[in-house]
């Protein structure tokens, strides 16, 4: 038995960020070994970035991941390391993770189940490698062994599973007990969506049971490229215990977590046909003293009754810093309402500063129209006030008459609530993104929309008017998330920030479009039915992709207050406005996956533009 100390990093990177993501993996490195850690790991894909797409296709960008890992090499001294890489193997790309020891090369194991579903396309760029198979490549100048291999580190024997092949039943680590393995690693990048760290947890607990040795898990961190958040987290369990969780949602370039394990001695016997690369290099005397021998494995955020809204909270607001930070705004720009959605991104951007230390510059427009009321209003400069924003208050019905005017002269008549309902309605959303733009022009700040996965499915959004954005931070979760989110913002808050309670103003008011005149008591909820119809149905028909009598009696069932008649009426209308709104999912600006039930083309439900009788 050894006494070992390992370290998982988790590490902020961007695709392509050659220079950035290997200055990152090459300090994660050095600091891992400042700490007196043996064996290092970092996150799959990491060279390159995970969310490369199409770009995995080019081969200057095969031959420029390579080039960083030569440049790499050197500053493993002393260590041994395994970093994630795509890796081209007999003229096909493979999801790789190259493993390094004290300078030298040792070799790749390669990826055999591939990530498929959700918003993972992998098998677009990269191949499975198949069981117990194993190549010899070129690479950085060198002949190395590619593909199912052990390696044989520091006196411990190591097999290494890459992300999803941890999430199958037959996965690499079943095997390992029998090949000797006593030590297992994870480099991962796997995406944030509300719950899945518990299963995380199970997988790496159950990869410790099944070699009886330490399991060590690395994870991405941030906003990587847009639509994906990655929280870290990186975990280690040992014997079928987790004993160590890193930070989720981490603020910055990368996590570390070191931590000394008892790991047996690699066996002298090995099965035959296993290919095992050997290695040894003078360790850290290891101390005295077990380092975290017992970090507790969650924060305490994690094990409270509003884990949802906690989660919520610091995933998005770490998604708006980073998707600030890549893109170089300079700030955030909001047309802010007084209504909910806007309330809600307005408090996620006063979050970063709650939350990272670093406060975000965040500048709002309240856009009056004759249908606006006084509520809205003084409920957006409250708001606006203390989520500390510089606010504006613009009266915008001069441009909402002068566009009426010039379109009720080409049409020939002058335009009434009685016969141009919708065009008047929009005409205000419009009217309201150009000058809200030309401020985020001036500021070179990132403007944000504000549209909710429930307005996404049915299309209750103007085109080019509050659709109007670069980022969209809240469309992957329901109106009624959103409400209840703002109840609890307004009460409780996250751990360590505390409450908003310039919410009350918000939380007080039923969602309004305002967009028709005030006599006319418009509500979203009575334009297209209860919201929490409105979810059930799309968790059905969208998310289970039930037949439309399923449908029906999973709502009959549910709501049995609303007659049978009702329910399918409001069926048909979310079947009917899901499909004319397909072309208007595809023209949201992007927005970052939080859950299963996401209505997002470009990464997770892709539906015809154009379908139905
Ligand atoms: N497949 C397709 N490909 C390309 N364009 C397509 C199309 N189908 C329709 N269109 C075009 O789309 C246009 C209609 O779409 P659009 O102009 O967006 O408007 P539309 O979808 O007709 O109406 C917008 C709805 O959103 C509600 N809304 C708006 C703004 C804010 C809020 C709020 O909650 O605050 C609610 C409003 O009450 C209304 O019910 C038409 O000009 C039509 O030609
Ligand atoms: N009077 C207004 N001033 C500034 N922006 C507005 C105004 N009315 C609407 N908007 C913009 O259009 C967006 C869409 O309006 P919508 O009514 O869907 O959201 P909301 O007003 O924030 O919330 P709710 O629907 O719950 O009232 C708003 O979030 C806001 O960005
Ligand atoms: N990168 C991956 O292999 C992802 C695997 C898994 N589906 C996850 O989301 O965590």
Redesign the pocket.
Known sequence: MKSLRIAAVALNQTPLDWRGNLARASEAIEAARRAGATLVCLPELCLSGYGCEDAFYAPHVRRRTLDSLAALLPTTQGVGAVVGLPLEVEGRLYNAAACIADGVLLGFTLKQFLADDGIHYEPRWFKPWPRGKVATISACGLSVLAGDLLYDLAGVRLGIEICRDAWVADRPANGYAARGVTLAMNPSASHFAFGKQAIRRRLVTEGSRLIDGPYLYTNLLGNESGRALYEGGTLIAQRDTLTHQGPRFVFGDRTLTVVDVDVADSPTKTKPGDTIISAAWQRSPADAEKLNPHSPPQAAWETGDAVVYEEFSRAVSLALHDYRRKCRAEGFV????????????ASLVWLIGRLSGDPATLET?????SN?GTV??DA?RAVATAVGATHHEWDVQDLVERYTGLAAAAVGHPLTWETDDLALQNI??RV?SPG?WMLANLRRALLL???NRS?AAVG??TMD??TSGGYAPIAGVS?RF??DWLQWMETVGPAGVGPLPALAAINA?Q????LRPPGAGQT?EADLMPYAVLDEIERSAIGDLDATERTLERLQARFPEHAPEQLAAWLERFDRLWRASQWKRERLAPSLHLDVLSVDPKTWRRWPILSGE
């Open positions: 909001l047309s802010l309402s007084g209504g909910a959605d806007s309330a809600a991104v427009v309240y856009q009056a129209t606006s809205t209003r957006a205000q959303s309201r809200v929309t504000t549209g307005e209750y959004a008017g509050d109106k959103v409400l008011q969602p309004t479009a305002e979203d």
